[in-house]
């Protein structure tokens, strides 16, 4: 009977008790209301987006890792994410399946690839290609044919009512960034002396706390965007960036014939190692970046000192324009015209000559030695290996495939023993599988190893990250529950308030375990 119990506490605590399609639903809030007009009408924004949301539910199903502590004040979001890690149905079936025949080894290139194919869909619930499919950007080549699935998804899941549900828990978000937004068009458009007209190109900040501190920039010919989540100032970063992008592009392009004329330079950039491939043969586009590079070191008004390293590092790693670039805005603002007007003098001012007899004799950066990559290599393999091992084993767990979950598991401890995130994922499958005492003692030893690896140093691997140590409490709490145990529970109630950075929605379990003693749905009286 006891396990029985435990493989009901742990099926509801991991997939949620809150149910997609339950009929009688308490009634949704009303949509807020639209901003005004001229909101609606700028070109530039910052929003949260209904396609990124629904395509990262759509991830979410399908069992792709997060760290929720970066949805911490979003329990609305954090209760949606267990909901549809428990949703069963044709719709969900399909998009897991998909996710699995079009996994990626990285879950950065996983969640790019995404949000790259979010980006070029229309609004819900169609989801159509804002262009022809044959005009896919690269990266979301390989996923188109996730539209149709999403589409059915979002019907399936009632992401639409979901949507009024949690739109509101975006704003603080969305707040913070309009202010960075603010700030960066003012000194920037001040700076370039030019204003933004209407011309049907944008720039969108999409707020999706999400994406924790991964930053995703796409440019697609008049739109531009940036998707950010935690508010730091690498996303600051990386928007005022992309914001100089979007002021500068179409002067490059305007004036494509006369930056050609120094293409030469291209070949002196070329022998830098460290060159990013995307700028190899495309002068025009070197040319872009090192001007966004050099405007923004402008508008940033770094202090000289600071200003001569920075640019001794873009010449290092063969961003050999940005040095020239820099002393041609220095002359630029002691100019009066807008730089739409100025851009010749820009480009007329670079001395190609001056420049490759700079670098004849120049040695870039080489980047790592040769031993050192081959290091760095394997490490990045053994990482990679042992990633998609525990992802694939989150994602039987999430379709409740309790015996491949177990071996999935038992190979990743197999290979790396007492590894955190294996013991945890075995525990949760061995409850899956009715083995109670197997499951509280997996629990209980991913507690003692990290406590082990706190008093010492010589143990750092085995630490358990906050997310699975504080969860693991909370299961033994809850399994002491369960035994009639009460005090037993509340220490590792106690345990999981007191992990260091655990997510919000394993606090919040600990805080309901310390106020009353866990009774799992089916005990309870609970229908599924």
Known sequence: MRQTLLRHFVIGLL??????????????????????????QSPINVQASRRIFAILCALDAAGFGVNESTMGDMPQRLKLRAALLAMRGPAADAVRQFYSQHALGDSSEILS?????????????????????????PDALPIQGFQPVLAAFYQAAQLDVRWQEIEPEYEPQITRYRLALSQIVTTSDAYLREIVKPNGSTFTVYAEPFVGSRINFRNYGAAYAVVVGSRNDAAVEAIQHAYLHYMLDPMVLRNEAAILGKAQLLRTAERAPELPSEYQGDFVSFFDECLVRAADLRVRNVPESQLQSDLAKEDASGFILVRPLVAQLKIFEKAEPAMSYYFPDLINGIDVEAEQARFQNYKFAQGPTPLAEELSFSQATRASQLDRMLAQGDQEIAQQNASGAAAIFEQVLAKYPNNPRGLYGLAVASVLSGKADRAKDLFQKVVELSSSAESSEQAPAAHADPEVLAWSHVYLG?????????????????????????????????????EAPYAPPQAAGGSN
């Open 478 to 514: 809850r399994i002491h529950d369960l035994e009639d145990d009460r005090e037993s529970a509340l220490s590792e109630y106690r345990a999981a308030l007191g992990v260091d950075g655990a997510p919000e929605a394993a606090r919040i379990a600990a805080q309901n375990g310390m």
């Open 113 to 137: 690839q995404y949000i790259t194919l979010a980006l070029v869909m229309g609004p819900p619930p169609d989801f159509k290609f804002l262009g022809d499919r044959e005009s896919l950007p």
């Open 15 to 40: 997939v949620g008790s809150v149910c997609l399609c339950t009929p009688g639903a308490k009634a949704m809030p009303k949509p807020r209301q639209q901003e005004s007009a001229a909101q609606e």
